[in-house]
């Protein structure tokens, strides 16, 4: 039976294999299969992608190229209709590979091109989902400001650059490392059904 078109990209990142924002990512994954729909997930850590950007691959730079290992995600996430950002939360922020990917593999080529006016997206007519976790409570995180400025600065500004609509955020704070089953399903629960109200097949059809 053929598989569908990849139609969702998910990009997580987090260091540990047994990580609640990992859980999240695979829960998010099946209930895009249970859409019918395709589903690449890109687990940074463990395909050991390096997110330091190299001087040559500076748009300006001489001699530049795109390297083999951005290539190859291109390739692979190059025709997803939503892009989805599965991380913690460190210092208010996400992970340094995760910026590191964007800084890389979100850049000129893929996400923006120059135009005559400035840099152009190129990734018009898709989508962004977020999906953060914090130690700090849902209210700390809130009430101070910090998941408003994490979607201006982060959610919004790589939207607006590549031409994406940001979809949602779904953030889940108070994440100890004595979290309960009970309260993982629960915040799997959020995500799937998070899935399913935005992603249905009619709503990607109009995408």
Not at 16 to 40: D, F, K, M
Request: glycine share 10%; aromatic share 10%.
């Amino acid at each position: 039976m053929p598989q569908p078109a990849i139609q969702h990209a998910v990009i997580v990142a987090h260091p540990s294999p047994t990580s609640l924002s990992l859980e999240l990512a695979q829960s998010y994954a099946h209930a895009v299969h249970a859409l019918g729909q395709g589903c690449i997930v890109r687990d940074l850590y463990r395909i050991g992608f390096d997110p330091c950007l190299k001087a040559d691959e500076l748009p300006w730079a001489p001699g530049y190229q795109v390297a083999a290992d951005v290539q190859r995600e291109r390739k692979l996430i190059g025709e997803a209709k939503v892009f989805a950002f599965v991380y913690p939360l460190w210092f208010n922020a996400p992970p340094a590979i995760l910026k590191g990917y964007v800084d890389r593999v979100f850049s000129m080529g893929f996400g923006y091109e120059p135009g005559p006016a400035g840099n152009e997206p190129l990734l018009g007519g898709r989508q962004l989902i977020s999906i953060s976790t914090s130690g700090a409570p849902d209210q700390w995180i809130k009430s101070t400001g910090a998941l408003d400025t994490l979607s201006q600065g982060f959610d919004q500004h790589v939207a607006a650059v590549c031409g994406l609509t940001v979809a949602d955020h779904l953030h889940f704070g108070g994440v100890t490392p004595g979290i309960t089953a009970e309260s993982v399903k629960a915040m799997q629960t959020v995500v799937e059904n998070a899935v399913r109200h935005t992603f249905e097949a009619a709503y990607l059809e109009g995408v």
